[in-house]
């Protein structure tokens, strides 16, 4: 899906500049590409993803739509780094997130146990 914010996505990690830029645009306006900027979310090492993490751990339960359909992908490893940076970060996010967390807490996958997602939601829902 091509927006009028595709240019202000950052272009590559180390592409701060564009990343804070889009930030510094308000939730309202940048809304509709939550979905890629939590794609930089797939490495917490990234540049980038410093600059973003906080942002989007800001927005509360209204970033649980945009995250449920990561958590029923098989990239365990960006399940993680969304657990760890973003999700442990905001309770309201936790909350409206109870069900996923709960499931990854209590019915892992093999690959979920082995990246640390069940230990990340443990520790997530015992708060």
């Excluded at 996010?93 to 709960?102: D, H, I, K, T």
Aim: aromatic content about 6%.
């Amino acid at each position: 899906m091509k927006t009028a914010l595709q240019p202000l996505l950052p272009r590559d990690k180390h592409d701060t500049d564009t990343a804070a830029a889009l930030v510094a645009l308000g939730w309202q306006q940048v809304e509709c590409v939550a979905p890629q900027m939590l794609e930089w979310m797939q490495d917490s090492n990234w540049p980038v993803a410093a600059v973003l993490r906080p942002f989007l751990a800001a927005q509360g339960a209204r970033l649980a739509l945009q995250v449920k359909p990561i958590f029923a992908t098989a990239d365990d490893v960006w399940k993680y780094f969304i657990l760890a940076g973003i999700v442990r970060q905001s309770p309201e996010l936790a909350s409206a997130l109870g069900a996923e967390l709960a499931r990854m807490a209590g019915s892992p996958t093999a690959g979920e146990r082995l990246e640390g997602v069940a230990a990340q939601a443990q520790e997530i829902l015992a708060g």
